[in-house]
C-alpha cells in the first residue's frame, strides 16, 4: 500500500500543470462575476479577491523576467518571489479587512 501511495505521488508530480493552472481563472472568473452580484458583500471584500487576480498577473510576469534575467526559475530569486508574494499578501489583507467591516455591521440580536 505505501508503495503505491509514493508511485502515485511521483506520477501527479511528473505532470505538467501548466494548462491546469491557465484554465483555473475560468472559475475564478465566473467566482468573481457572482461575487460583484451580491450587494451585501462590501467593495473591500471584492475588490480583495480581484487582487488576487492582480497577484497571478503579477507572478506570471515577474516569472517571465526571472527566467529570462536570472536564467532561474522564481522560486529561487528570493527578493522577486518576496516581491511577487507581497501582492496575495495584500489582496488578503483587503479581503481580512473587508470581512470584519461587513461582521461589524451585522446586527447583534441578544435576548
Not at 5 to 10: L, M, R
Not at 28 to 43: D, G
Not at 83 to 107: Q, R, Y
Request: aromatic share 20%; no cysteine.
Amino acid at each position: 500500500m505505501n508503495d503505491l501511495f509514493f508511485k502515485f505521488i511521483e506520477k501527479l508530480g511528473s505532470i505538467d500543470n501548466t494548462l491546469l493552472f491557465a484554465v483555473s481563472i475560468i472559475p475564478y472568473a465566473i467566482f468573481l462575476f457572482y461575487l460583484y452580484k451580491i450587494k451585501s458583500v462590501n467593495i473591500f471584500v471584492k475588490t480583495g479577491f480581484s487582487l488576487t487576480v492582480l497577484f497571478v498577473f503579477i507572478t506570471i510576469l515577474v516569472s517571465i523576467f526571472t527566467l529570462n534575467y536570472y536564467d532561474k526559475t522564481l522560486v529561487e530569486v528570493d527578493f522577486l518571489h518576496g516581491f511577487a508574494e507581497s501582492f496575495l499578501t495584500l489582496s488578503d489583507f483587503v479581503i481580512l479587512f473587508g470581512f470584519i467591516k461587513l461582521l461589524n455591521s451585522l446586527e447583534v440580536n441578544n435576548s
